[in-house]
């Protein structure tokens, strides 16, 4: 495994500026790419499974925090308020109450449930500096969210089916978690007291985990109710938690959320609040440290590095490299004035594919296929060389061809 702090920055990822601020890190163009594919995967696996998508303040008052709990259990973490006239806003630390706040705007009958909404919101945490570092401890996290408001009965069911997508997408990303963890209150006066609540999730969540191998640990819980956490270990086999599902019975009832039910009575929901990849930071640090780089292909930054052999290839070549573009596929140039094809090989070795130009390949039409892993194909018209690379980068698969 690799450092995600050291190759982040000699990969032009992401780095950081003293002016900006420790745990305040920036996306280079490459990083960004990245990041833009791994956010455009979580929206498209959401869409495909009945989320639909909001957007929120990446602020709220006071109040709003002292309602959830957040400000009883959870200032530590937050950042002191800003008074603005006569209120006080602070940065929020998760997106949970302002999706709250949107279930309650609209009359929901049993009928509109599940009703799943999902973001991928900013949220804020005041880390000391002394633990910052890299992507994995920051202070402004981008977060992939949801909340599943739903009846009692249909709790355990999406939070399974949550469980799937978070191990589809582990399985596109090529990560593989160290464990499934089942978190616990412990004895600190942190978690909220409410009798039975903590019983009741915690039953739910076991028959979630029926299918799965899973350690029970105390003390690692939401102050609001346990979860599910799908740990991954970093280079020095420190654990950290990726995605999660949690079962929480206890913020419906905190903003008195409601539905109406077919016997046309007053219901409470509940909560089912799911991560599939975590916070951005995390999971693209994660993929740096077990890929070294060389990203699955839909997640690498650069997808194809055209290499003609000359000079004279270089107008197909840089026409190759359009029509990547015109593909979706991220795509460049690697010509001959940066030194010998095996130079520019060597250059382009996290690139997963190599499409070589001779002058063969330029009277054909066609273009030399060489793949990361040192494999070679046989030359290959370039609309079938392009677009068998784009189905794979768009069903994201892990293999390369
Ligand atoms: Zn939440």
């Known amino acids: 495994m690799y450092d995600h702090r050291k190759l982040g920055r000699e990969l032009d990822l992401f780095d950081g500026d003293p002016l900006i601020g420790a745990g305040l890190p920036f996306w280079l163009p490459d990083g960004a790419a990245v990041r833009m594919a791994l956010e455009d995967y979580v929206r498209d696996v959401e869409r495909r499974n009945g989320y639909r998508h909001v957007y929120s303040p990446i602020m709220g008052k006071r109040e709003l925090y002292e309602i959830s709990g957040h400000w009883d259990h959870y200032r530590d973490d937050m950042y002191p308020p800003m008074s603005i006239g006569e209120e006080q806003v602070v940065l929020r630390p998760s997106l949970c109450p302002h999706h709250a706040l949107i279930y309650r705007s609209r009359g929901r009958s049993y009928r509109d449930l599940p009703l799943r909404l999902a973001e991928l919101g900013g949220m804020y945490r005041s880390e000391l500096s002394g633990v910052l570092g890299g992507l994995t401890r920051v202070r402004a996290i981008q977060l992939n969210d949801a909340h599943i408001f739903c009846t009692a009965d249909q709790a355990v069911e999406e939070a399974r089916a949550a469980l799937e997508l978070i191990a589809a997408a582990h399985a596109a990303m090529g990560i593989r978690p160290v464990r499934h963890r089942l978190s616990l209150p412990g004895s600190s006066?942190?978690?909220?007291?409410?009798?039975?609540?903590?019983?009741?999730?915690?039953?739910?969540?076991?028959?979630?985990?029926?299918?799965?191998?899973?350690?029970?640990?105390?003390?690692?819980?939401?102050?609001?109710?346990?979860?599910?956490?799908?740990?991954?270990?970093?280079?020095?086999?420190?654990?950290?938690?990726?995605?999660?599902?949690?079962?929480?019975?206890?913020?419906?009832?905190?903003?008195?959320?409601?539905y109406t039910g077919p016997d046309g009575a007053r219901h409470r929901p509940v909560m089912v609040h799911r991560s599939i990849v975590g916070s951005v930071e995390r999971a693209v640090a994660h993929l740096i440290e077990v890929h070294g780089g060389a990203f699955p292909a839909w997640l690498a930054p650069v997808q194809v590095a055209v290499l003609p052999l000359g000079e004279d290839e270089a107008a197909f070549a840089d026409s190759v490299v359009s029509r990547c573009a015109a593909l979706g596929l991220r795509a460049e140039l690697s010509g001959p004035e940066k030194g010998s094809l095996g130079a520019r090989i060597r250059e382009a070795r996290l690139v997963p594919y190599q499409l070589i130009v001779g002058s063969r390949e330029v009277a054909a039409g066609e273009v030399s296929v060489r793949l990361r892993d040192g494999r070679k194909l046989a030359a290959l018209p370039v609309a079938e060389a392009l677009g068998r690379i784009a189905e794979i980068t768009s069903r994201r698969e892990t293999g390369l061809w």
């Open 189 to 258: 006066g942190k978690y909220v007291a409410v009798p039975g609540l903590w019983e009741r999730a915690g039953e739910m969540l076991r028959e979630v985990l029926h299918d799965v191998e899973y350690e029970a640990v105390e003390g690692e819980a939401a102050f609001y109710g346990p979860k599910i956490d799908i740990q991954i270990a970093d280079n020095l086999g420190r654990e950290s938690t990726l995605s999660t599902v949690q079962i929480d019975l206890y913020q419906p009832a905190r903003f008195d959320l409601e």
